[in-house]
């Protein structure tokens, strides 16, 4: 079945780094993938998508390209912040299971100042 | 605030016990998800309804089980519950049923804890 596997963390960063968080999936067809965050105490939040092969998805500075031809749909920000400590999590979804969203097991963020 | 609420915030029972979990859908949202995240497992999508029907269904137990009313509301229902059953369970919304890039909205989740 589709699977999303991403970098183990907790990743540690001090302010202004530059970050990655590796994802990599396998699927059939033509998944969508995405990244949520999750905020400690709160829900998952849409970090940002992307709906085609190619496609860099950007969102508070983040960013991310889906690129099929490695099945890999990486997250990357220039200058982090203390206020993006938080569990990230790749995921992806295919049109024709519903829409649900298969995860990866999150990457837990910790950038201090 | 995504729009989506799930009561109640916290939840504490016994084993063998019987809860039942809501989720209200943002405005006009048709589709609703559930997810169980848990430390082992990590999250993983339950079930799927859509404008009242099931849609989809994931790794969910049979003990466990849920619906989607008229008025698009939610719940899920777990029963004979196990220790392992302890986890966060989320709701998330969409405003349709079957698209792979359509986002979804999750609710801020209800911790369940059996003792």
């Known amino acids: 079945g589709d699977s999303v596997t991403q970098m183990e963390g907790p990743v540690t960063l001090s302010e202004e780094a530059f970050l990655t968080i590796n994802c990599t999936y396998t699927?059939?067809?033509?998944?969508?993938p995405f990244w949520y965050v999750q905020y400690p105490g709160e829900g998952l939040q849409l970090l940002l998508k992307a709906t085609k092969a190619d496609d860099k998805g950007s969102n508070k500075g983040f960013e991310a390209t889906y690129r099929k031809e490695t099945t890999s749909f990486h997250l990357e920000k220039g200058s982090v912040q203390v206020s993006d400590s938080a569990v990230y999590f790749c995921a992806l979804s295919r049109n024709n299971q519903g829409g649900k969203l298969i995860f990866g097991q999150g990457t837990e963020l910790s950038v201090k100042p | 605030d995504s729009g989506v609420t799930q009561t109640p915030k916290h939840l504490i029972t016994a084993t063998g016990q019987r809860v039942t979990l809501r989720c209200s859908p943002r405005?006009?949202?048709?589709?609703v998800y559930w997810y169980q995240q848990s430390l082992d497992q990590g999250l993983q999508f339950l079930i799927q309804?859509?404008?009242?029907?099931?849609?989809a269904k994931g790794n969910i137990l049979e003990r466990f089980s849920a619906q989607q009313f008229p008025d698009l509301h939610s719940e899920l229902n777990l029963s004979s519950l196990e220790l392992g059953d302890s986890a966060l369970y989320f709701c998330?919304?969409?405003?349709?049923?079957?698209?792979?890039?359509?986002?979804?909205?999750f609710g801020p989740g209800t911790r369940l804890t059996v003792l």
């Open positions: 309804y859509y404008n009242g029907e099931e849609r």
């Open positions: 405005s006009g949202d048709l589709s």
């Open positions: 998330a919304s969409s405003p349709r049923g079957g698209q792979g890039n359509n986002e979804q909205f």
């Open positions: 699927a059939t067809g033509y998944p969508s």
